[in-house]
C-alpha cells in the first residue's frame, strides 16, 4: 500500500488528522445548515397568513367585505394578532386594492414590518424567501365594479428554545 | 531478514491507518443519525407545524394529530412528552427531553381554544 517508510508516516500522521478534521467540520456545518432549512416555517407562515387575509377580505360569494376602507384593521376584523407585527415586527403585510383599469393601487394598507416588505419587492436573487404573494379578482356589490386585490406577505419569525420545565406543566383553554 | 520486517511495518501501518478510518467514519456516520433524530429538531417541527394548524383552520375546526413519533422518542429517552397549547399566551409548546423544550407563537387571536393531549391513543386533540 504504502511505497516506502516515510510515506506510511506521513499518511498516519499529520496529513491523514488534517482531512479527518476538514471532513468533520465540513459534515458539521452541512448537517446543522440542513437541520435549519428542514425546520424553517417562514414561507409557510406566510402563506398562512396571506390566505387568512384573503379569506378575510373576500367573501365566499367572491366580493369584497363591505367595511375595505383606508381604514381597514386585519387585527380588528381577520382575528390576525396585533402584537407580532406591530411589538415585534416579525410579520408584515401589505393589501393593495387596484381598479381593474389603473397601474397605481386604489388604496394601499400597511400591517407590520415596512422593511421585510420593501425588501420583497426587489427581484432576483436580493429577494428573500420568506415572502408570499397572492392576486385575486374580487367585485364589489355598492359601485357593481371589478377589482385586483394583491397581498404581500412576509414573516421573519422564529421561536425559542427554552430551558426547564416548571412553565410546561401550566397553561389554559380559552 | 530486512525485508520481511519492513513488510511488516507496512502491514502494520496498513491496518492501523484503516482501523482509524473505520473509527473515524463511524463516529461521523453516528452523528449524522443522531443529528437527525434530536428531540431539539422535533420539538420545533412539532410546534411550528401545529402553530401553522392553528393559523390555517376556519374557527369550529376540531383535530385529532396523530403523535405516537414523539411518544416512541419521549419512551427512548425516558420521559413523558409534553405538547401545550397555552391559549393565553398564544403558543405551542413542546418538551420530548429532559433538556429544554420549544415554544413557537400562532399569530390568530382565538376565540375559543382548547386542546388536550391522549396519551392512551397517542393523540393530540385540538379544537378552534
Redesign the interface.
Known amino acids: 500500500?504504502?511505497k516506502n517508510?516515510r510515506a506510511?508516516?506521513k499518511?498516519?500522521s499529520g496529513f491523514?488528522v488534517v482531512v479527518?478534521l476538514i471532513?468533520?467540520v465540513v459534515?458539521?456545518v452541512g448537517?446543522?445548515l440542513f437541520?435549519n432549512f428542514?425546520?424553517d416555517?417562514r414561507i409557510?407562515?406566510s402563506r398562512?397568513?396571506n390566505?387568512?387575509i384573503i379569506d378575510c377580505i373576500i367573501e365566499d360569494t367572491g366580493e369584497l367585505i363591505e367595511n375595505f376602507n383606508e381604514t381597514f384593521s386585519i387585527?380588528e376584523t381577520c382575528?390576525?394578532?396585533e402584537d407580532?407585527f406591530e411589538k415585534e415586527f416579525v410579520?408584515g403585510a401589505r393589501i393593495e386594492l387596484f381598479s381593474s383599469e389603473e397601474e397605481k393601487p386604489d388604496i394601499t394598507l400597511h400591517f407590520g414590518s415596512t422593511e421585510m416588505i420593501f425588501l420583497c419587492d426587489l427581484t432576483g436573487e436580493a429577494k428573500p424567501d420568506n415572502c408570499f404573494s397572492e392576486i385575486a379578482f374580487v367585485n364589489d356589490k355598492k359601485e357593481n365594479r371589478a377589482y385586483q386585490i394583491k397581498v404581500l406577505t412576509a414573516s421573519n419569525?422564529n421561536?425559542?428554545?427554552?430551558?426547564?420545565?416548571e412553565?410546561?406543566?401550566e397553561?389554559?383553554?380559552? | 531478514m530486512k525485508n520481511k520486517r519492513g513488510s511488516e511495518d507496512v502491514m502494520l501501518s496498513s491496518v492501523i491507518f484503516i482501523i482509524l478510518n473505520v473509527v473515524f467514519l463511524s463516529v461521523i456516520a453516528l452523528y449524522i443519525t443522531r443529528a437527525g433524530n434530536t428531540a431539539s429538531i422535533f420539538e420545533e417541527t412539532y410546534a411550528k407545524q401545529i402553530a401553522l394548524f392553528i393559523d390555517g383552520a376556519k374557527p369550529g375546526t376540531r383535530v385529532e394529530l396523530d403523535v405516537s413519533e414523539v411518544f416512541s422518542i419521549g419512551r427512548d429517552l425516558d420521559f413523558e412528552p409534553i405538547i401545550k397549547i397555552n391559549c393565553e399566551e398564544n403558543q405551542v409548546i413542546t418538551q420530548f427531553s429532559k433538556s429544554g423544550g420549544y415554544k413557537f407563537e400562532y399569530f390568530s387571536d382565538l376565540k375559543k381554544c382548547e386542546s388536550s393531549l391522549d396519551k392512551i391513543n397517542e393523540k393530540l386533540i385540538i379544537n378552534v
Not at chain 1, 421561536?159 to 420545565?165: A, Y
Not at chain 1, 397553561?171 to 380559552?174: K, N, Q
Open positions: 500500500m504504502f517508510k506510511q508516516e499518511f498516519l491523514n479527518w471532513l468533520a459534515i458539521i448537517v446543522s437541520n428542514s425546520t416555517a409557510s407562515e398562512a397568513l390566505q387568512k387585527y382575528g390576525i394578532r407580532l410579520l419569525h421561536g425559542k428554545e427554552i430551558t426547564g420545565s412553565e410546561f406543566r397553561g389554559g383553554s380559552r
